[in-house]
């Protein structure tokens, strides 16, 4: 089975051809079919036949037999060349209609890998949507998102093939961030389907975080959601997934005290600084906060938490600082502009960085230079980076009197209360298996869409051809109330016969016994009235790919 010229495109010929370049055994097995095997394969039959007739639609008749019509003569070892190559799309056809899309999620986090390989990878939020078309340019790629934090960069998309989407991709992020491929592939992690599911659903709910149940992720995970509305790949199945992850993060707060006690990164962060001060200088050491986003925004709140009273913070623009200025009563918050970052620096003990700047705002050389610290805060400048990309570069811990640490440090203030944590996080742990099981179910589920509108289409047709045919016998002075009833009538009667059909085609989910009985219907009906086909599935896959490359 070849596809004709109309989807011969070259990213077409590699999705369904590349197979031939693996030596596998039904490849070679393929190859070997000899030229009266592949006669007998290729003779047509009445559901080719309909299918080539179909507007716009995959032709299956094969080239071999189009160049024999025109009277053309064909070596017999290039016709068998030919059958193998046709053999081999065949097979390639058969496996992608046959291969249920799957939702893969290609990541890297805290826990497998370092800051370092991190913020090469990170994608700021601006870019996702040329990510998430990027990606969904590739061959096996149907759907993506991106969740890019400082903790985690996570790619979930829905891959026509397991082994090539998950190749494609890792492809691309060697490709945007320069890391070799053998070296993410080192430190990446790779989850299919359910377990897909349940990642995004536990990091949504906190429990994948340095911090148990810290609430900024699920803020973040909302914001794939909205920056994803309206991109092209961000298509059902992904956005359902990001959509029940919110459901769930809401949930597990709710229904658990996981988030009591718990804090965010921003709160790490000072624990950390608080703990490597001495105690006797936590109300008066200088507390220098760098960028005045949402992750130092919260720095300020958490700091005030901790009972400091007086701050400097750097920022670009003294707006966003005389907003939380205004909103910390009480709290002395100065303002100092970026070209003041140095010499504050040189006034502070404490140091809090939390931009979004792509290069390192602190080297050694910037540091070396720094007036030394009070022996009454330990003798230390403390450096707290918690930006991915680094603020600070890993240089300065070179520097005598500095110390540094980034976010792979907060580790050792989240060490604390492990047992209560485990507890909060089997409770977790229940409602998110439920809640995977629901959309798994809902997930399967969309498997009866197609048949369900290709059933109301077959109904629609036979309505309507039958209703031309009456209403041609009763001649053409037929009153318009007399053609409405009647029209009326023929929707009444499809719509009362396919009521029944519809309701076993429609499920919730909410057991497997239920949608397990669905499925069945819907194979049964497909049978029945020969609504599916694996090429048509196999056509419309195509269809989307070849639409998506020419846009």
């Given at each position: 089975m070849a596809v004709s010229s109309t989807f011969s495109g070259a990213k077409l010929?590699?999705?369904?051809?590349?197979?031939?370049?693996?030596?596998?055994?039904?490849?070679?097995?393929?190859?070997?079919?000899?030229?009266?095997?592949?006669?007998?394969?290729?003779?047509?039959?009445?559901?080719?036949?309909?299918?080539?007739?179909?507007?716009?639609?995959?032709?299956?008749?094969?080239?071999?037999?189009?160049?024999?019509?025109?009277?053309?003569?064909?070596?017999?070892?290039?016709?068998?060349?030919?059958?193998?190559?046709?053999?081999?799309?065949?097979?390639?056809?058969?496996?992608?209609?046959?291969?249920?899309?799957?939702?893969?999620?290609?990541?890297?986090?805290?826990?497998?890998?370092?800051?370092?390989?991190?913020?090469?990878?990170?994608?700021?939020?601006?870019?996702?949507?040329?990510?998430?078309?990027?990606?969904?340019?590739?061959?096996?790629?149907?759907?993506?998102?991106?969740?890019?934090?400082?903790?985690?960069?996570?790619?979930?998309?829905?891959?026509?093939?397991?082994?090539?989407?998950?190749?494609?991709?890792?492809?691309?992020?060697?490709?945007?961030s320069g890391i070799p491929v053998s070296e993410i592939c080192e430190h990446r992690f790779l989850l299919y389907n359910k377990d897909a599911t349940q990642h995004i659903f536990e990091v949504s709910a906190g429990l994948d975080s340095l911090v148990l149940g810290e609430g900024q992720i699920l803020a973040q995970v909302k914001q794939v959601v909205k920056v994803g509305q309206g991109v092209v790949g961000f298509g059902r199945n992904i956005s359902g997934l990001f959509k029940h992850a919110i459901t769930v993060g809401k949930r597990v707060r709710t229904e658990t005290n996981i988030a009591a006690g718990a804090v965010s990164v921003s709160s790490a962060a000072v624990e950390l600084a608080l703990m490597k001060l001495p105690e006797s200088s936590h109300a008066t050491a200088r507390m220098l906060v760098i960028g005045a986003g949402k992750m130092g925004k919260l720095v300020i709140k958490h700091l005030v938490a901790k009972g400091c009273t007086k701050m400097v913070v750097v920022n670009r623009s003294e707006e966003k600082v005389a907003a939380i200025h205004e909103e910390m009563q009480g709290v002395e918050i100065i303002y100092r502009p970026l070209t003041d970052m140095l010499a504050c620096s040189a006034e502070a003990d404490v140091v809090f960085t939390s931009t979004a700047s792509e290069t390192p705002l602190f080297l050694k050389e910037h540091v070396k230079d720094l007036p030394p610290v009070s022996s009454e805060v330990g003798a230390l400048r403390l450096f707290v980076d918690i930006s991915v990309p680094r603020n600070v570069g890993s240089c300065v811990s070179d520097v005598e009197g500095a110390r540094l640490y980034n976010v792979d440090d907060l580790k050792e203030v989240v060490a604390a209360n492990k047992e209560d944590r485990l507890r909060k996080a089997m409770e977790a742990q229940a409602i998110i298996a439920e809640e995977s099981k629901q959309f798994e179910a809902w997930r399967d589920s969309l498997e009866t869409v197609p048949t369900i509108k290709k059933l109301r289409a077959y109904a629609e047709r036979i309505r309507v051809a039958e209703l031309e045919k009456c209403l041609s016998k009763m001649g053409e002075d037929i009153p318009k109330k007399t053609r409405r009833a009647v029209d009326d009538l023929s929707r009444g009667i499809v719509n009362k016969l396919l009521h029944g059909p519809m309701q076993h085609l429609r499920c919730d989910g909410s057991d497997d016994r239920t949608l397990s009985e669905t499925l069945e219907n819907m194979h049964a009906l497909n049978r029945m009235f020969g609504l599916e086909s694996d090429i048509s599935l196999f056509e419309q896959k195509i269809r989307a790919k070849v639409e998506q490359s020419q846009k």
């Open positions: 010929e590699r999705l369904l051809i590349n197979s031939c370049s693996s030596p596998s055994a039904s490849s070679l097995r393929a190859c070997s079919l000899s030229h009266q095997q592949m006669k007998a394969f290729s003779k047509p039959n009445r559901g080719r036949k309909a299918l080539a007739q179909r507007t716009g639609g995959v032709r299956c008749e094969v080239a071999q037999s189009d160049a024999i019509n025109e009277g053309e003569k064909m070596d017999p070892s290039k016709a068998s060349a030919l059958s193998a190559l046709e053999q081999l799309k065949t097979s390639a056809a058969d496996r992608y209609t046959k291969e249920r899309s799957s939702i893969v999620v290609i990541g890297l986090s805290v826990h497998t890998a370092p800051v370092e390989m991190r913020e090469k990878l990170a994608i700021p939020e601006a870019e996702w949507p040329r990510a998430i078309a990027e990606l969904c340019g590739l061959n096996h790629i149907e759907e993506a998102a991106v969740l890019s934090t400082c903790n985690r960069m996570e790619i979930y998309v829905v891959a026509l093939s397991q082994h090539r989407g998950v190749k494609e991709v890792t492809e691309w992020m060697s490709k945007t």
